[in-house]
């Protein structure tokens, strides 16, 4: 199991959203529920809202494969006031060696970076917060190497991306508006090697579409399967995947282009909004 030690120089280092994953933090989903809708699959799903006995088990699934692929997970404490905890993607972000907190946008989810900066302090990680007043969430940040895109809407204000622009001096950050309704830009983009990408158009405008697709080769989302969260699967390195059974075009796509899909359902977390990388904020990846 040596393999799942992260390098003792490296307390975190991400620089992609495809290299191997070695550890990550999760939160277990004892206390989610829809108790105030803050976006459209919410109030699709608000009557009949989440069972978080099976919400827990799909989520302990999930650790248990991550496990087996030699990651070493993280858990965060659930704490009853934070419903929407499970979603540990939005609280972080890591550029390179920084550790940036997010300010989150929901009143709802307010704190829940509380929780974050605690493990870090005991970690001796260091960590950089924005100030009051801005609004920036880990589901809008992806990374590539020295480019980071940043979603823009009422999560993620542009101010704040002007923010970590001047934090990131050396890196090309990218703003990227997309219609809001989509919640993050991970629910509508994400990144799976230097030259491949999944993507729902429908969320971006022409601008932003021919400026991604410039860089990356495309799989499209159907409108199904942008419902389920088609994009918003967690690669774990070496060209492997973890992505939910029901999007059976998406999975076809990617294991005609040789990943390796690992299924599993995740169905009842949807239900409020966020699918696996939702669910996991990589501490540490490496390339070796």
């Known amino acids: 199991m040596d393999s799942a030690v992260p390098k003792k120089d490296h307390k975190a280092n991400c620089t992609?959203?495809?290299?191997?994953?070695?550890?990550?933090?999760?939160?277990?989903?004892e206390y989610m529920e829809i108790a105030e809708v803050i976006n459209e699959t919410q109030k699709y799903f608000h009557k009949e809202n989440i069972d978080k006995t099976l919400a827990v088990r799909q989520?302990?699934?999930?650790?248990?494969?991550?496990?087996k692929q030699h990651v070493e997970v993280v858990l965060l404490p659930p704490l009853s006031q934070f419903p929407e905890q499970v979603f540990t993607r939005d609280i972080g972000f890591i550029v390179g060696e920084t550790v940036f907190s997010s300010r989150l946008?929901?009143?709802i989810r307010q704190g829940e970076e509380n929780v974050l900066q605690e493990w870090l302090a005991k970690e001796s990680i260091t960590c950089t917060t924005f100030n009051q007043g801005y609004k920036i969430e880990g589901g809008d940040i992806l990374i590539d190497q020295n480019t980071v895109y940043a979603g823009i809407s009422h999560r993620t204000t542009f101010s704040a991306v002007q923010e970590l622009?001047?934090?990131?001096p050396s890196y090309e950050?990218?703003?990227v508006p997309f219609e809001e309704t989509f919640l993050h830009l991970d629910c509508v983009f994400n990144i799976l090697s230097p030259t491949e990408a999944l993507v729902y158009p429908k969320a971006l405008g022409?601008?932003?579409?021919?400026?991604?697709?410039?860089?990356?080769d495309m799989i499209e989302i159907t409108d199904d399967e942008q419902f389920t969260l088609g994009t918003n699967v967690l690669s774990i390195g070496h060209k492997t995947v973890?992505?939910?059974?029901?999007n059976q075009d998406v999975n076809k796509q990617l294991r005609r282009r040789g990943y390796t899909v690992i299924e599993i359902d995740l169905s009842e977390i949807i239900k409020s909004g966020g699918?696996?990388?939702c669910c996991a904020m990589p501490i540490v990846r490496s390339c070796r």
């Open 16 to 29: 992609s959203e495809y290299d191997i994953l070695e550890k990550v933090v999760l939160c277990r989903p």
């Open 206 to 216: 022409e601008k932003e579409y021919q400026m991604l697709s410039k860089r990356y």
């Open 275 to 277: 699918s696996f990388r």
């Open 59 to 67: 989520h302990e699934t999930l650790i248990q494969e991550l496990e």
């Open 242 to 246: 973890i992505s939910l059974p029901d």
């Open 173 to 175: 950050v990218i703003p």
């Open 105 to 107: 946008s929901a009143d």
């Open 165 to 168: 622009k001047r934090q990131l």
